[in-house]
Each structure stands twice: as C-alpha cells, then as structure tokens.
C-alpha cells in the first residue's frame, strides 16, 4: 500500500489539493452568502388597525442599516383602469390632522433598524391618488374608493452604499359587502425589488416626477 502511494504521490497530492480548494470554495459561498443575507436591504409593507380602509399602511425597515424613504408611490387599480400617484408628501396626512411634526409634512425620512412607520390609512391614500388623477385630466364616473379592484404600495429609498435606489412593493386586495370594503394582502410576504433593470427602471420614473 505504502509503495502504491509512493508510486502515486503526486496524483495524491494533486487530489488532495483539489478536495481542499473544494471545501474552502464552499465555506466561501457560505460566508458570502451569509454576508450578502444580513447586509441585503429589507422593507416590509403591512397594514394595521384593522382590515377597512381605515387601517393604516406601515412600514417597517428589517434590514442591518438605516433606510431613508425617498419616494412612496400608489397604484390603485379599477376594473379598466390603473392610476398612479407619488404620495410622497403626504397632503393627505396633513388634511386629517392626526400627525404633527415633520410626518405630517411628508413620508420622506429615515427609518432606522427595526423601527416602523405609519404610511397614512388605505383611504386617504386612494383620496390622494383620486386627486391626482382629477388634477391629471383623467375622467373619473365614480370615486376610486368605491370601484377601486386593488391598492398597490411601492417604497423607494436609499440604503447604505447602494448606487440605485431600494424598493420594496405589497399589492392589497380590496373587497367589497355590506358592511363596506375590507383590505388583505394578495401575497404572503412583501416583495423585494432587487434587480438592476427594475431599479433603474424606478430611478427614471422618479427623476421624471422631480
């Protein structure tokens, strides 16, 4: 046996130097993914006090660093149509009187680690964006918040050294019954927006409402 691996040591010491690299390789991909997991940003999109249109929209920053929303959008969503409106500087808020300080001047700010903020109530966002739509030239035969199908919340912020924007987006169901309209999430989980095209995409979408 002993003379076989003499007979074999560079074969030997070539194997064993390829199982090694191999095993460094994969603890490198757990530490990189590891890495990448806990410095990866994260924002989560929610509703609270109840299911009407009443709840407020929250949002909560689970990522490792500070997040400064920039922008906040609104898709409501009808049976033919879709109207967007940027809601970043919170007229809506504002109007209700509820909030005092720099939240009721705008949904622009920092959020630090672990801490959550209140976006407004479901229904003085699809006011906000009924207004921008009325304001944009677009005809409207009822109020969104009667025929609105679905609302659609998108963050967009700036985190860390990232060279795009963030953005997270939770798309909220919304049903009609006697006892008026209910909100619930259409997915489980809020979903992050990672890919370089789509963040690119959101940045020139911003710079066009700037």
């Keep these: 046996m002993l003379e076989i691996l003499q007979a074999n040591a560079p074969i030997v010491s070539a194997a064993a130097s390829l199982g090694t690299l191999c095993i460094w390789a994969v603890y490198l991909q757990i530490f990189v993914g590891g890495h990448r997991r806990q410095v990866k940003p994260m ?19 689970m990522s490792r660093e500070p997040v400064h929303i920039q922008s906040v ?6 049976e033919s149509q879709t109207h967007s409106a940027y809601i970043t500087d919170a007229e809506d808020i504002r109007r209700s009187g509820l909030d005092t300080g720099w939240q009721r001047m705008t949904r622009q700010g920092p959020l630090q680690p672990g801490t959550m903020t209140d976006m407004g109530t479901f229904d003085c966002i699809i006011e906000y964006a009924e207004a921008n739509a009325i304001e944009a030239g677009e005809h409207l035969a009822e109020n969104l918040s009667a025929v609105a199908q679905s ?8 985190y860390g050294s990232e060279d795009l924007l963030i953005g997270a987006t939770r798309k909220f169901d919304l049903t009609k019954s006697d006892g008026g309209s209910a909100i619930r999430a259409s997915e489980a989980l809020t979903r992050q927006i990672t890919r370089r095209r789509e963040r690119k995409k959101l940045l020139k979408e911003l710079n ?3």
Excluded at 50 to 57: F, K, M, V, W
Excluded at 73 to 78: L, N, S
Excluded at 151 to 158: A, H, K, V, Y
Aim: charged content about 15%.
């Design 43 to 61: 924002l989560v999109i929610n509703h609270g006090e109840g299911r009407a249109l009443d709840a407020h929209c929250l949002v909560t920053n």
């Design 73 to 78: 959008v609104a898709k409501v969503t009808t």
């Design 151 to 158: 609302i659609e919340i998108t963050i967009l912020g700036i």
């Design 208 to 210: 066009e409402q700037l």
